[in-house]
């Protein structure tokens, strides 16, 4: 299903979040298929017919499936330029996070960020998920900057899991711990280094994000 209505601001940028509508799907399927940008995601380049015919239908599985949530983000002035997603939803437990942006004049510019703290302050205050957790293929240097950001830490990898321009390349697996359910989930356990980090940077970042956004 998707999100509700999201206003953001971070660093002079403005974008709403929000459901997409059905007209808006061919540009959203097109710009899914910008292969420059999108080389690291499976969503990958695909041929114009079966694009929109594979895009309407995954937007109807999103709309029918109540452990997805799915924003698109448009810039103020822009076009909507990404697409932000929970899958996997687990309630009140887990959920993978995505972001995909398509638009490549948004890139480097703090929408990936933005688009994080959203999913941080929605799963960890609204769906009250323990973690939140997702993969970046190895190689993909801002997913991986722009996720540690936030507080994300690497657990683990999958050995030659992706196929990129000739190469198989590993899939680094990364998660983020609720900080109000930390002690729980360690089950009183000393928590790692990296996990207490990760915590501390999630807390200021959901102090972040309450600043940035506004729920409509
Ligand atoms: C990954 C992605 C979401 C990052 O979003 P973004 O808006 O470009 O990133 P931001 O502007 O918020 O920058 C976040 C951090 O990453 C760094 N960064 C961004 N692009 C970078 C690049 N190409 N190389 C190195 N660092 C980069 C920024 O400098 C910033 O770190 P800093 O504050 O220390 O300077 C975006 O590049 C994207 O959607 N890429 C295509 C799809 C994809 O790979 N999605 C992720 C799949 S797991």
Redesign the pocket.
Known sequence: MFGPVINAKYKGLEVVFRPPRRDELVHIGKGMSNFS??K??SIGARPEEDRIKWYEAHIDRFSGLKNDLVWVAQPKGKDIS?VISFFDIKEWKSAHS?????NND???????????LLLIHFGFKQLNLSYIY????DG????V???E?VGYFKTGYTFKQFYVDGNYLDLLHFIMINPNKAVDLSNNAPISIEMRASIEIVEEKLKLAQKCLTYL
């Open positions: 940008t999108l690291y995601i990404a995505g972001i995909t942006i398509f948004m890139l480097g510019k703090g929408l990936g960020t933005l688009s994080h997702g993969d970046i293929v993909n240097v801002a997913s900057r722009a996720a950001k």
